[in-house]
């Protein structure tokens, strides 16, 4: 009960259906701020001088993360908007500084994803604009950074394209899990009072 209402940590003041997605928003940064912190913590331990840059941005970022859920208070774009820009960019730096080998990529496909959830369909416009942004930027990283920059051993960058198939894969299931079981139970309540109307219509007449 309190892992919900912590969930729902600014989206009271809208409507059901926009809430949903801005709960949804909430679980996603809180779950990649945890991603940027753990990374950090395991890069300060890496003996390559090189990395403690790397663990520096992700210091950085895990409470930029973290709360972008207080810019709810400004409008149902704002928190959306503000994470993919923050994401986007820590995406692309980290990329830049590691390299391809990262599979750090695939964050692109599941910011695509989840920009289309976030804004929803009555902005699908500047969902769209997000995702072709994405699409550009993979383009560009695929032509202009290397396979690996040196900072991490073959094995370390192997080890990080794995860490970043199984945290693509999990922050997909965890957000459209959510996703869904928000809309079933929202689907739910809208059955129970449609039955319940017709109940009271019946009893009432003849």
Request: charged share 10%.
């Amino acid at each position: 009960m309190r892992l919900l209402a912590t969930i729902r940590y600014g989206t009271e003041r809208y409507p059901e259906k926009v809430a949903r997605r801005l709960r949804a928003l909430n679980l996603a940064a809180w779950m990649a701020s945890a991603v940027s912190a753990s990374f950090a913590f395991v890069q300060f331990l890496g003996a390559t001088p090189g990395l403690r840059k790397v663990a520096i941005i992700n210091v950085l970022s895990t409470p930029i993360f973290a709360m972008i859920p207080q810019l709810h208070r400004f409008g149902a774009l704002a928190a959306p908007a503000t994470f993919a820009v923050v994401a986007y960019t820590y995406v692309f730096v980290v990329i830049n500084l590691l390299g391809t080998g990262t599979g750090m990529q695939l964050y692109y496909l599941v910011g695509t994803a989840f920009v289309i959830l976030f804004f929803g369909t009555e902005h699908v416009f500047l969902a769209s604009m997000f995702g072709v942004i994405a699409a550009v930027l993979v383009i560009v990283i695929e032509l202009s950074v290397p396979y690996t920059t040196g900072l991490q051993s073959d094995a370390t960058q192997f080890g990080s394209f794995v860490t970043t198939v199984f945290v693509c894969c999990g922050l997909l299931l965890t957000i459209v899990f959510y996703a869904l079981l928000e809309a079933a139970r929202a689907e739910g309540l809208a059955e129970r009072e449609y039955n319940r109307s017709e109940s009271l219509l019946a009893n009432i007449l003849p």
